[in-house]
């Protein structure tokens, strides 16, 4: 396995426009975490599945956002109506883990939108 | 929740040692990360620490963490010009059902040859 993939790696559209990101984790890693980026600052959790249940939202999240990974492996990340601030990396990572024990989270490269 | 602060730059010269600093606030969390980023690429994991050791060496990385101070810090020995990119502190944070990460803004390493 070479590790967790994102697609596409770069994506314009126009505002009002709507998305979908995919994130294919590790094979074998049960946990999915979505992440965005913007310019200057640190990754900013947005949502979190364990294989198909999505079990935590970040309040960034709006409601034109939605994630699905609807069979516990790839997951999609949908933006619809895209605005301006919409324009980011969005970044991908899997783990391993149950419970609250140690998992180590493997990023993807992230897929850059930009929103003109 | 957690906050995470790091200082925004770093410039060395090539063969000196670095050392990037991290503070943190919640000190519920059990593990901390250093990650790097390199000019448009994602995350890679450099090392982690748990929050009962006080120390850990991995090649040319070691972790310091203060607990007491909810410090940690980063050094890099030898530095290298292909060190050169953005190193996120990362800390757990179990507010929500599991530990999605909290991350520093970044700390740019610059190595002059």
């Known amino acids: 396995d070479t590790g967790v993939s994102q697609d596409p790696r770069h994506k314009i559209t126009k505002r009002g426009q709507n998305v979908t990101f995919r994130c294919d984790p590790i094979?074998?890693?049960?946990?999915l975490y979505w992440y965005r980026q913007t310019l200057g600052q640190g990754p900013e959790f947005l949502t979190y599945?364990?294989?198909?249940?999505?079990l935590e939202k970040s309040r960034l999240l709006s409601d034109r956002f939605s994630a699905e990974r609807p069979k516990g492996s790839f997951s999609t990340l949908e933006i619809q109506r895209t605005e301006q601030g919409d324009s980011a990396m969005y970044l991908c990572a899997s783990a391993w883990g149950f419970g609250l024990a140690k998992e180590t989270q493997y990023f993807g490269p992230g897929t850059r939108l930009l929103v003109l | 929740g957690e906050d995470v602060e790091q200082s925004l730059f770093l410039s060395v010269r090539e063969g000196d040692s670095s050392v990037i600093n991290c503070t943190y606030t919640?000190?519920?969390?059990?593990?901390l990360y250093w990650y790097k980023q390199e000019p448009g690429a994602g995350l890679q994991l450099l090392t982690y620490i748990f929050s009962n050791m006080d120390m850990k060496q991995d090649q040319r990385l070691t972790v310091l963490l203060n607990k007491k101070d909810k410090h940690l810090s980063l050094r890099i020995a030898d530095t290298q010009t292909g060190d050169s990119a953005i190193y996120f502190c990362?800390?757990?944070?179990?507010?929500?059902?599991?530990?999605?990460?909290?991350f520093g803004k970044g700390t740019k390493l610059s190595v002059k040859p």
């Open positions: 599945f364990q294989n198909e249940a999505q």
């Open positions: 990362a800390a757990e944070n179990y507010g929500g059902s599991q530990g999605n990460l909290i």
């Open positions: 919640d000190s519920s969390s059990t593990y």
């Open positions: 094979s074998e890693h049960n946990r």
